[in-house]
C-alpha cells in the first residue's frame, strides 16, 4: 500500500531515539570493558584472536560515540542541527563500522577454524603480526568501499517543514547510489557470510570428529557460531534485504513509499547497530579474561591453572 512519505516516517521518529539510547549506554560499556580486559588482563597474551578483538571493539567504540547525535536528531523530529560534515562523518562511520564487524567476524571465525583444522601449522607458522598485517588490509578494505558514502550522504532541506535532514542520498536520480547499495550487500555482506558459513561447517566437523578437544573448547566454538548466527540473523541480512527492497521500490515509484517496507528499513537500521552490543558476547569465546569475568572460572580453567 503506497502512502505520502511523512506519515512513514512517524514510526521513525518515535521508535529510533530509544533504540540508539539503549545501543549507546550497552555497547560503550561492554566495548570499553572489553579494551580494559584487552589492554591490563591480556597484555602477555596477544594471540591472534585477540588482535582481531581489539580492532572490532576500536572499531564499534569510534560508532558508538556518534549515536548521542542520532539519539538528538530523532528525537527533534529529523532536524540535523550539526552541519554537512558531521552529517558525513556519522553516515561514514556507521558504514565502516558495519563492514569492519562483517570482516572482522570472518577473520575471527577464520582464523579459528584455520586454528582447530590445522593446529601444528597454527601453532608454528602463525603469529599475532599476522593478524595485525590482516588488521591493517581490513581497515583499508573497508575505507575504500565505505568512500563513496563521503559524496553521497548529505544534508537536504525538506521543504515542506522547513527542516534539514541528514541523509544518505540527496537527489532525483537514486540509480548511481542503489547500484553502490548493491555492491555492499553483494561484497561487504554476502561474500563475508558465505566465507564465515564455509569456516563454520569445517569447525563444527572437526569438534565433531576430534575426541581430544576439551569440553571448554567446545563451549568456546558454540558460543562463538551461536553469537555469530544471531548477528546475521539480527543484525546484517535484515538490514542489507530491506535497504535493497526499499531502495528497489523507490526507484520504481520514487514519489511513494510502501510504508511498511521503510519502517522494517528503519527496524533493521537500528537492529544494524545492535551488533556493536552483541560483541563482547563474542570476545567471551576469544579471550578466556572476558569469559572468566563474565561467567568466572570454570573447572578447565582450575585444572588448566
Known sequence: MLSNFSKCEKFQTGALPVVYGVEFVVALAGNLFALWLLVVKERRNWHTGVVLSCNLAISDLLYVLTLPLLIVYYSKDKHWMFGDAVCKLEKFLFTCNLYVSIFFIMAISVNRCVALAFPFFTRSYITPGHAKVTSIVIWVIVGVISSPVLKFASVCSDGSNNKIQCVSFCNKTEHPHYVYKFFLSMFGCLFPFLVTFTSYCVVIWVVWKNVNITPLEKRKVALLVASVL????????????????????????????????????????????VNMCIHPVLYMAVFDSMRVACCGKSSEDNIGG
Open 230 to 273: 544471531v548477528l546475521y540473523a539480527i543484525s546484517f541480512v535484515p538490514y542489507h534485504f530491506f535497504q535493497i527492497y526499499h531502495l528497489h521500490l523507490r526507484l520504481l515509484h520514487p514519489d511513494n513509499t510502501v510504508c511498511w517496507i521503510y519502517d522494517m528499513y528503519q527496524v533493521s537500521k537500528g537492529l544494524a547497530t
